[in-house]
């Protein structure tokens, strides 16, 4: 399996940051390539609650998340499916001096495979898995701000 990871520190606090994650009506305001959610079974993000969304006509089709591993205040693990991979997603919530880092890492196994697979992955998959991420947790960033009530002052 490929690993690739991502993270960056915001402002807020570790429950602020959690709270806006794990809203699921906001992932298309944030989630990379995500056009609309299908469906939330389970009480999210606990241990084996699904999201189930669907990606723009560009994007990666329908995407099944399943929740494998949950600690609140430290983040969560879930399988991850669409038609092209299949893996582990994992969102941690750090608590740093002037606020939170947000850690997203996915370990895939891309699902038709070749003899060229290998390679097709190292050269171009890969970084394409850590752009989305990184967008992703840019995007975050901007909701997670705009979330937050403005100070009075």
């Known amino acids: 399996m490929a690993n690739v990871g991502v993270s960056e520190s915001f402002p807020w606090s570790v429950t602020e940051a959690e709270r806006c994650w794990y809203d699921t009506a906001r992932w298309p305001m944030w989630v990379d390539e995500l056009a609309h959610v299908i469906s939330v079974e389970g ?6 609650s699904v999201v189930t969304w669907q990606s723009g ?8 998340e399943r929740v ?19 893996g582990e997603q994992s969102v941690s919530f ?32 890969r970084r394409i898995m850590i752009t ?18 403005p100070t009075v002052g």
Do not use: M
């Open 43 to 48: 009480d999210w993000p606990q241990l084996a």
């Open 57 to 64: 006509p560009n994007g990666r089709g329908r995407v099944i």
């Open 68 to 86: 494998i591993g949950y600690e609140q205040l430290e983040g969560y693990t879930v399988e991850v499916e669409d038609d092209s991979i299949k």
């Open 94 to 125: 750090d608590p740093v001096d002037d606020g939170v880092q947000v850690g997203l890492a996915l370990r895939y196994k891309i699902k038709r495979r070749s003899p060229l697979t290998p390679l097709i992955d190292t050269l171009f998959v």
């Open 132 to 149: 989305s991420l990184e967008k992703t947790l840019g995007s975050f960033g901007v909701v997670l701000a705009e979330s937050r009530p």
